[in-house]
């Protein structure tokens, strides 16, 4: 399992996707709500990020977060591993402490591979947009 808000899917998203798959037989996503993401990073709204994460060949399901608990979702589908992209702002102790106290037994992994290029992250694409406007 990843998640995370993918308004503007780039190629380190893909890469980012590839590498966590390589961890468990599925790869399921789940996409931030608009309600848990900051106004001004709120470009592409839920239901249009959630379509296009779904159809993605190395996705095999995608599904929105819940508004209020990000673990409500983690504990219904009961993941064996949660993957962490290099740049997601998790601590990853707390995030275990909090699996173990809901009773799931799930590890969590950080990919810390950057993967390098210009277009392989969400903020240096905007940059370049609002210098191209």
């Known amino acids: 399992m990843v998640g995370g808000v993918f308004n503007i899917l780039h190629p380190g998203h893909i890469k980012f996707l590839e ?7 599925k790869l ?3 996409v931030a709500r608009d309600t848990n993401i900051e106004p001004r990073r709120r470009i592409i709204p839920e239901d249009q990020r959630l379509a296009v994460i779904s159809a993605l060949k190395v996705v095999d399901k995608a599904v ?3 508004e209020k608990d990000m673990f409500k979702i983690v504990e219904k589908i009961k993941p064996n591993v949660i993957v962490l992209g ?3 702002k998790f601590d990853v102790k707390e ?4 699996l173990k106290r809901r009773c799931l037994q799930t590890e969590v992994i950080r990919i810390e591979k950057k ?4 277009l392989y ?3 240096k694409i905007l940059e ?3 210098k191209q406007l």
């Open 19 to 25: 590498e966590a798959k390589k961890f468990g037989d």
């Open 28 to 30: 399921i996503v789940i």
């Open 64 to 66: 929105l977060g819940d």
């Open 86 to 88: 290099y740049d997601q």
């Open 95 to 98: 995030l275990k402490k909090e």
């Open 115 to 118: 993967f390098e290029g210009e």
């Open 121 to 123: 992250d969400t903020s």
């Open 128 to 130: 370049r947009i609002k």
